[in-house]
T-cell receptor, first 114, second 112 residues
């Protein structure tokens, strides 16, 4: 596609439920990142995928968070047993090269835990 | 790890005036410094970036300056227009780093 696509755009879930967020990167982009943006705040790094290398999970805030990526395509971010503090916009970005250069962000998934 | 501080958190200017946003970083190994603009409800978009082998970079009304000794960099917007109103984020990363560390953002409001 022309850009990074994320789905759903909005998700409301009950506390304690699991949610799955999806990111379709730009075709050919080897690097994929997940960030979290709480209301009125900056972007917090969660996880980074580069090609078929082991992902950098150093930003995941707890073991309730996990992510997968199939090759150089779709990625899913899963949050288990959601808590109210998980409410945020989850942004995915992809890049055509190794490293933090030339990020293209998706429009994000706004997650609300009630 | 890297820590990026951004000031001010909000900035209000009159149309036509200049706006300056400043960021400091902690990791002396950082050598890539992009700036992103995020309009309300939209995705962040890269507007300009600088690498540590240069001290200044300009693109039309936007410029970024870098002082590696002091570990700070700034975004300068001249002749501001209402469409410049948005939240601006600075970020930093090292060559060996895999991700960007973002500042907390500056909400810029340009009054007509």
């Amino acid at each position: 596609g022309a850009g990074v696509s994320q789905s759903p755009s909005n998700k409301v879930t009950e506390k304690g439920k699991d949610v799955e967020l999806r990111c379709d990167p730009i075709s050919g982009h080897t690097a994929l990142y997940w960030y979290r943006q709480r209301l009125g705040q900056g972007l917090e790094f969660l996880i980074y995928f580069q090609g078929n290398s082991a992902p950098d999970k150093s930003g995941l805030p707890s073991d309730r968070f996990s992510a997968e990526r199939t090759g150089e395509s779709v990625s899913t971010l899963t949050i288990q047993r959601t808590q109210q503090e998980d409410s945020a916009v989850y942004l995915c970005a992809s890049s055509p090269e190794r490293g933090p250069y030339g990020y293209t962000f998706g429009s994000g998934t706004r997650l609300t835990v009630v | 790890g890297e820590n990026v501080e951004q000031h001010p958190s909000t900035l209000s200017v009159q149309e036509g005036d200049s706006a300056v946003i400043k960021c400091t970083y902690s990791d002396s190994a950082s050598n890539y410094f992009p700036w992103y603009k995020q309009e309300l409800g939209k995705r962040p978009q890269l507007i300009i970036d600088i690498r540590s082998n240069v001290g200044e970079k300009k693109d039309q009304r936007i410029a970024v300056t870098l002082n590696k000794t002091a570990k700070h960099f700034s975004l300068h917007i001249t002749e501001t227009q209402p469409e410049d109103s948005a939240v601006y984020f600075c970020a930093a990363s090292s060559y060996a780093g895999n991700m960007l560390t973002f500042g907390g953002g500056t909400r810029l409001m340009v009054k007509p």
